[in-house]
């Protein structure tokens, strides 16, 4: 799924609200990465990005569960939303909800930087559901973004439930 981005100066920062469905049932992660404006091409270097987030998880009979920081401050080719797998959207709770706030994607000036929330998502191969209470991904070069890419880290089909983006102005 790709989603084109304003390259206008009239907002702070944007916001994007995000419906995904994965199609099968795998061990795979929703991945996302931007592409620049001035060279029309995506990031997926091995330092391009740095994120860092923090994720709740629960056994479904509620009998185990706890905390988990994600991440890779390193430098790695993408941005992950979420510490578990992917469902596999054959209930409500196997669908992927994300809201994500974006900032600095206008100018060269400073580095774009991404700040979701997912919401819970039931893994498809096991019996736990995973949310996150924050993510936050850096692009690791001052560069304009004109579109972002989402994908699943193993490359199989998903469904587009719709996405919102609207302008925040101060």
Same mark, same amino acid.
């Given at each position: 799924? @790709?989603? &084109?981005?304003?390259?206008?100066?009239?907002?702070? /920062? =944007?916001?994007?609200?995000?419906?995904?469905?994965?199609? $099968?049932?795998?061990?795979?992660?929703?991945?996302?990465?931007?592409?620049?404006?001035?060279?029309?091409?995506?990031?997926?270097?091995?330092?391009?990005?740095?994120?860092?987030?923090?994720?709740?998880?629960?056994?479904?009979?509620?009998?185990?569960?706890?905390?988990?920081?994600?991440?890779?401050?390193?430098?790695?080719?993408?941005?992950?939303?979420?510490?578990?797998? @992917?469902? &596999?959207?054959?209930?409500?709770?196997?669908?992927? /909800? =994300?809201?994500?706030?974006?900032?600095?994607?206008?100018? $060269?000036?400073?580095?774009?930087?991404?700040?979701?929330?997912?919401?819970?998502?039931?893994?498809?191969?096991?019996?736990?559901?995973?949310?996150?209470?924050?993510?936050?991904?850096?692009?690791?070069?001052?560069?304009?973004?004109?579109?972002?890419?989402?994908?699943?880290?193993?490359?199989?089909?998903?469904?587009?439930?719709?996405?919102?983006?609207?302008?925040?102005?101060?």
């Amino acid at each position: 799924l @790709t989603i &084109d981005l304003p390259l206008t100066t009239d907002f702070e /920062y =944007l916001k994007l609200i995000l419906r995904l469905r994965a199609e $099968t049932t795998s061990e795979a992660y929703w991945h996302m990465v931007v592409r620049n404006n001035a060279t029309g091409g995506y990031l997926t270097g091995s330092t391009d990005y740095k994120y860092i987030g923090q994720a709740a998880y629960l056994q479904t009979s509620g009998g185990l569960g706890g905390t988990g920081s994600i991440g890779d401050t390193n430098g790695i080719t993408y941005i992950r939303w979420g510490n578990g797998f @992917t469902g &596999d959207g054959s209930e409500e709770e196997e669908l992927f /909800y =994300l809201n994500v706030d974006i900032y600095n994607t206008v100018g $060269t000036d400073r580095g774009p930087r991404f700040h979701g929330v997912r919401q819970a998502e039931n893994r498809s191969t096991d019996e736990w559901t995973y949310m996150e209470a924050g993510t936050t991904g850096i692009v690791m070069s001052n560069i304009q973004v004109d579109q972002i890419k989402f994908l699943k880290s193993d490359g199989a089909e998903f469904s587009n439930f719709g996405h919102t983006l609207y302008k925040v102005t101060r």
